[in-house]
């Protein structure tokens, strides 16, 4: 149906106005909540950690995710070209490119990541995971450190990725979304209530939930912030893109708290599931990315009804990296297309077949590539520090700049308000965007460079 982007058809759009609500919640929602979050926590020593991420949820990503929404749906162009349409004959665009490199990135370790999860959800299906006296950190070692299996189930993971992206926006993107984001709540509410009835769950509470900012340092700080951009697919380009689909109609900064509010909401959840169990079977919260691969085998294998369990959930964690990777592709894939004038069909693939090759060398880092690093990181390594607290962050500041100087919170708000929506406490959220956002990233990052 669709052969280019030529001015002659109109732009693809969301078919109902949670559409857009569902598909960015579903980009949020992700490995960043249920992966990520609970092991930057378990190395960040907890609650302390955990105020901090939440105080830059607030005040730095809902800001900028009304101002990057409004951004897509006035250019009405991809993430790069929206820019331009804003602000023609600057280099402002160039932000906009970074955040397409950024998703470009982040999804060639994270189709690792996801399909880690993929394999686990196999495994559970055909009851080969649960097993008394498991050594689970041992199961999980020997996979990711395995030459073949990790890459299959990255390339099996991103066929269905390109697959879903080749669809389209309704008919891929918000079709699936639909079905897959509304199941995964009830699941985890499911998990949550085992959790908390575990023996001495509290002492996983009190390390979640009850802060202790001595061990508080700039590196924390810096991880903090990082996650809060990770976790909102902030700065990406994602919400350029996404928000280029949707109609005036919609109120952006309605569905902008939406998405946090979920966003947190999965991430909380996630927490209050993890650290109660981690502290109840003795895991140690610190051991890094393979904590969650970990913990949670261990609480089905005892639990009633584990092995049961264990397959809805790590579908559910398969589904979460699923709407995720969709809209990581789709960042660079709209770009592509726009560009180079290909169709959908022709650009997926493409741009997908190059994400998975580059993710490779992430997949292998753990095994045959584990030698090559720098800074004592490997490949994956640095590929997730330097997009999430490199260069999400900097895109975030450039973000700011952009709208509160050059575009200015007037014209924002002039976008934000069309068809009688309304940007509520203006004031307040300008103050933020020009002043508070750049001067707190900045500090942030300087403080860790050690400079301060
Ligand atoms: N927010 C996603 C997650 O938490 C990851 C992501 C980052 C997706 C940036 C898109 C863009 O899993």
């Known amino acids: 149906s669709e052969k280019n982007s030529s001015s002659l058809e109109p732009r693809e759009q969301w078919g109902t106005r949670l ?28 609650a302390a950690f955990v105020l901090i991420y939440l105080g830059f949820v607030l005040l730095i990503g809902l800001p900028l995710l009304i101002g990057e929404i409004s951004i897509g749906r006035k250019g009405q162009a991809n993430a790069m070209d929206s820019y331009k349409a804003i602000q023609p004959r600057t280099k402002w ?13 982040i999804l060639s370790f994270y189709s690792v990541v996801s399909g880690w999860a993929f394999y686990y959800f196999i495994q559970a299906l055909t009851g080969q995971l649960i097993a ?10 020997g996979f990711i450190t395995d030459p073949i299996m990790p890459i299959v189930f990255q390339v099996l993971l991103m066929t269905i990725v390109v697959i879903i992206v080749m669809g389209g926006v309704k008919k891929g993107i918000e079709k699936w979304n639909n079905i897959l984001m509304p199941t995964l709540f009830l699941l985890l509410i499911v998990l949550v209530v085992r959790s908390l009835s575990l023996e001495n769950a509290h002492i996983g509470l009190s390390f979640f939930l009850k802060p202790d900012f001595s061990v508080i340092d700039s590196t924390i700080i810096l991880a903090a912030l990082g996650q809060a951009f990770f976790s909102l697919s902030l700065a990406s380009g994602l919400y350029v893109t996404y928000g280029s689909y949707i109609n005036k ?35 140690d919260p610190g051991r890094g990315p393979d904590l969650v691969f970990v913990t949670f085998p261990t609480i089905f294998t005892d639990m009633p009804f584990g092995a049961l369990f264990a397959v809805l959930f790590f579908f559910f964690i398969f589904v979460a990296a699923l709407t995720s990777a969709i809209s990581l592709l789709e960042v660079v894939v709209a770009f592509i297309k726009e560009k180079f004038h290909l169709s959908r069909k022709i650009a997926a693939p493409i741009t997908g077949a190059i994400i998975t090759v580059v993710g490779m060398f992430c997949a292998l880092s753990f095994g045959s590539l584990s030698h090559v690093t720098l800074f004592d990181r490997t490949i994956f390594d640095i590929l997730d520090f330097l997009t999430a607290e490199i260069l999400l962050p900097f895109a975030g500041l450039i973000l700011s700049i952009f709208l509160g100087w050059i575009w200015k919170p007037a014209g924002v708000r002039e976008e934000v308000e069309k068809e009688g929506n309304s940007l509520p406490l203006y004031s307040i959220w300008s103050f933020l965007i020009r002043y508070v956002i750049p001067v707190v990233i900045l500090i942030v990052f300087i403080d860790s460079l050690g400079i301060i």
């Not at 665009?93 to 990135?105: A, P, Q, T, W």
């Open 19 to 46: 559409g857009f609500m569902l598909a960015a919640a579903g980009s949020a929602i992700g490995l960043g909540n249920i992966w990520r979050f609970p092991f930057v926590v378990g190395e960040g020593g907890g």
């Open 93 to 105: 665009y160039l932000n906009g490119f970074i955040g397409i490199l950024i998703s470009f990135m």
């Open 132 to 141: 008394p006296n498991r050594d689970y950190g041992s199961t999980f070692g």
């Open 249 to 283: 109609k919609n109120s952006i900064p309605a569905n902008a708290g939406g998405i946090v509010f979920l966003d947190l909401l999965v991430a909380i959840m996630a927490g209050l599931i993890i650290f109660p169990a981690v502290f109840h079977y003795g895991i």
